[in-house]
């Protein structure tokens, strides 16, 4: 039975005062952190340390590449699924010293981690369960500092939610609403939209938001998740054409990031163009969407598109069905092919469709249809006789094109 008193059975002013005791009884640098990996607190005191530890004071949180190589060595997974200390050997990659960490948590949430900079003998048993005694101490000073942080949060998402719906139309009023609440504005943004196979419930959530807390390289800003949507307004961290490829290489990251540690991979994302007045997040908001709707439609022509300025034509689809709608007017060579088509059990508007995708290659073309090329030769003259279709006009196959791609998008 053990007998050990537990020195943090009482009351503590502050997560620092915490530290400091944990340092004392151990004699170790100690530092403390919120579930995403942002320093709360660290003891004071001692000439002992590293250089990771040092980089996590001075820029008050823990650095990137830090964080990734805990991930990829194993540890974070360990410390977020163990209630026990875990000891963690030296990365000299990253100036990470011999350490001790514990996941503090509360029901099966992680709400922070203590760690213990282990530079003398390794910690025996006593030390290790006074490790576990000060998680216990700290869960209620970081239940209070969650709670706080949440309520910001909320106050955060409304006025997110405000600003992607229009309610907010003066630049004034959203930047004077936005210092109410401690959001700094950066000067241009993107809205930028995830989707999961399923709805986000709380556990992909508290995923989700590990990871829009963790990403160094780009600067989100809002985010809100929206049943199986996550919507960010983020920008890049600098200026200029390397800051944009940074942001633009950190947003795949994340995508990725989410496969690798949580196995929550989108299935789809979205962009729109970079914007300046915050009067036009609706806006920002529709182009995100209009990537995500294109996407679905055309998934191997935009394979490769993310942002909205990325689209090409395919952006002005739905004005043209929009229009079309309003004035259904049937093509008459179209109309001509699909009668005859439907009398002769013939492919005469796919063949036509094949030709035009492959820009009148006809090698491609009849590669495509799997049919012979003097065949596909042979179709083409009957397209012309029945349609009285004029290919050699660019006029016509542009018309023909946007005609088949309208039919593809609203199938």
């Known amino acids: 039975m053990n007998m050990e008193p537990n020195l943090f059975d009482r009351h503590f002013d502050s997560l620092e005062a915490i530290a400091d005791t944990v340092s004392e009884l151990l004699q170790c640098p100690v530092t403390i952190e919120d579930a995403s990996h942002n320093l709360v607190a660290y003891s004071s005191h001692h000439a002992e340390t590293d250089s990771a530890r040092i980089a996590t ?12 190589t805990l991930w990829r060595e194993g540890i974070m997974q360990q410390l977020m699924t163990s209630s026990e200390p875990v000891r963690i050997g030296e990365i000299l990659e990253v100036g990470l010293g011999n350490r001790i960490a514990i996941a503090i948590r509360h029901h099966g949430e992680v709400l922070g981690y203590i760690w213990v900079l ?16 000060a998680a216990g101490a700290a869960k209620m ?8 942080r949440r309520r910001q949060e909320q106050h955060s998402h409304d006025f997110f939610w405000q600003l ?4 907010h139309v003066s630049e004034t009023v959203i930047r004077e609403k936005a210092a109410q609440i401690g959001i700094m504005l950066p000067p241009s943004y993107q809205i930028l939209l995830l989707q999961f196979e399923t709805a986000i419930d709380d556990r992909l959530y508290r995923q989700i938001h590990y990871m829009v807390k963790t990403a160094q390289r780009m600067r989100i800003v809002l985010h809100v998740a929206h049943n199986d949507r996550l919507i960010i307004l983020s920008s890049p961290l600098q200026g200029g054409n390397g800051g944009i490829r940074q ?8 995508a990725r990031l989410l496969k690798q540690r949580f196995d929550a991979e989108p299935v789809l994302s979205g962009a729109s163009a970079f914007r300046e007045p915050y009067a036009a997040v609706e806006d920002a908001y529709r182009e995100a969407l209009a ?8 998934p191997a ?30 093509h008459p060579g179209l109309s001509k092919l ?13 063949t036509l469709e094949m030709m035009l995708k492959h820009d009148g290659n006809v090698k491609k073309a009849a590669e495509a249809l799997h049919i012979h090329g003097n065949t596909l030769m042979y179709r083409m003259k009957r397209i012309a006789d029945i349609s009285d279709i004029d290919l050699a006009s660019m006029d016509e196959k542009v018309t023909l094109y946007l005609e088949y791609k309208l039919n593809q998008l609203e199938a």
């Open 301 to 330: 022509e935009l394979q490769n598109a993310g942002e909205y300025g990325e689209l090409g034509y395919y952006r002005y689809l739905p004005l043209l069905a929009d229009e079309r709608r309003r004035h259904p007017v049937a």
């Open 247 to 254: 942001y633009r290489e950190e947003c795949g990251q994340l």
């Open 57 to 68: 004071i001075i820029g008050r949180r823990v650095p990137e590449q830090v964080i990734s």
């Open 141 to 148: 000073k970081l239940m209070q500092l969650q709670t706080q």
């Open 291 to 298: 990537v995500l709707h294109l996407k679905r439609r055309f």
């Open 164 to 167: 992607l719906t229009g309610h």
């Open 118 to 133: 282990e530079y003398n003998e390794p910690l025996g048993d006593t030390a290790l369960l006074q490790l576990k005694q």
């Open 338 to 350: 699909r009668q005859y088509d439907l009398e002769h059990q013939s492919g005469l508007l796919h």
